[in-house]
Nanobody, 124 residues
C-alpha cells in the first residue's frame, strides 16, 4: 500500500514557476515508477510526466517539454515536478500516481495509487 500526498500548488502569474511535491508513505516507494497528471475544469485528466523507479528515465507530454522537469528523491520518498514558464492553460489540479509497469506509464487506468491532487492556477 502506498499513500501519496501532493503539495506546492498555488496561484501564480504567467511566466512564473512552481515546484510540486508528492510525498509517499511506505517502504516500497523506490520500486514504483511515478507520474504526474493534471485535470483542468471540464476536461479529462491528462498525462504530464513520468519518472522511472530509479530516476534514470523520464518522459513528458509534448505540451510541457522544455518547461517542466520531473525528479525524485528515493531517500525522501518524494517525487517533484518543477514547472517553469507557466501558462494560463496549465491551470489544473495536478495529481501524482504510482505505477509498476513502465510500458503503460501514460495509461491512467493502469496506475496503482493516486494522490488527492493539488490546485495550480496561472493567471494571465
Amino acid at each position: 500500500q502506498v499513500q501519496l500526498v501532493e503539495s506546492g500548488g498555488g496561484l501564480v502569474q504567467a511566466g512564473d514557476s512552481l515546484r510540486l511535491s508528492c510525498a509517499a508513505s511506505g517502504r516500497t516507494f523506490s520500486t514504483y515508477h511515478m507520474t504526474w497528471s493534471r485535470q483542468a475544469p471540464g476536461k479529462e485528466r491528462e498525462f504530464v510526466a513520468a519518472i522511472s523507479a530509479s530516476g534514470g528515465i523520464t518522459y513528458y507530454a509534448d505540451f510541457v517539454k522544455g518547461r517542466f522537469t520531473v525528479s525524485r528523491d528515493n531517500a525522501k520518498n518524494t517525487v517533484y515536478l518543477q514547472m517553469n514558464s507557466l501558462k494560463p492553460e496549465d491551470t489544473a489540479v495536478y495529481y501524482c500516481a504510482a505505477i509498476t509497469r513502465w510500458n503503460v506509464v501514460t495509461a491512467r487506468g493502469a496506475y496503482d495509487y493516486w494522490g488527492q491532487g493539488t490546485q495550480v492556477t496561472v493567471s494571465s
